[in-house]
């Protein structure tokens, strides 16, 4: 399915990952996040951050903003860092992700699962 993404090991498991900025239907800016396990490109986690939901994408802002950095409150979240990514991937293994159920887990929200989750911010 995926041919593309980084490499990334977490937990000795081989995943691939890849972070993409969009706009929803409503206009929306959109960061995503999405992992899978490699061999089980069918059940990935896909991680939302969208403008408006907790979360302000900065792709196109003048003042500096780029694609794939997230602001939640006065954090940024850098969604280019594989410790990011291994953290992301990590919290969704907790709290219930299965790549080998075969089905995708979307989180809708990522600026709320963030919240109650242990993910490295940008310093």
């Given at each position: 399915?995926?041919?593309?993404?980084?490499?990334?090991v977490v937990?000795?498991?081989?995943?691939?990952?890849?972070?993409?900025h969009?706009?929803?239907?409503?206009?929306?800016c959109?960061?995503?996040?999405?992992?899978?396990?490699?061999?089980?490109e069918?059940?990935?986690?896909?991680?939302?951050?969208?403008d408006g939901?907790?979360?302000h994408?900065?792709a196109?802002?003048?003042w500096?903003?780029?694609?794939?950095?997230?602001?939640?409150?006065?954090?940024?979240?850098?969604?280019?860092?594989p410790?990011?990514?291994?953290?992301?991937?990590?919290?969704?293994?907790?709290?219930?992700?299965?790549?080998?159920?075969?089905?995708?887990?979307?989180i809708?929200?990522?600026a709320?699962?963030i919240?109650?989750?242990?993910?490295?911010f940008?310093?």
């Amino acid at each position: 399915m995926r041919a593309r993404g980084r490499k990334l090991v977490v937990d000795s498991v081989a995943y691939r990952w890849a972070r993409k900025h969009g706009h929803r239907e409503d206009g929306r800016c959109q960061e995503s996040l999405t992992a899978w396990e490699v061999g089980r490109e069918n059940a990935p986690l896909v991680v939302r951050f969208a403008d408006g939901e907790g979360a302000h994408p900065t792709a196109g802002e003048g003042w500096g903003g780029g694609v794939g950095l997230v602001l939640i409150g006065r954090d940024k979240l850098n969604l280019h860092r594989p410790a990011v990514a291994s953290a992301l991937i990590r919290a969704a293994l907790r709290a219930g992700w299965n790549p080998a159920r075969g089905k995708p887990h979307i989180i809708a929200n990522g600026a709320a699962f963030i919240a109650e989750h242990d993910v490295p911010f940008e310093s």
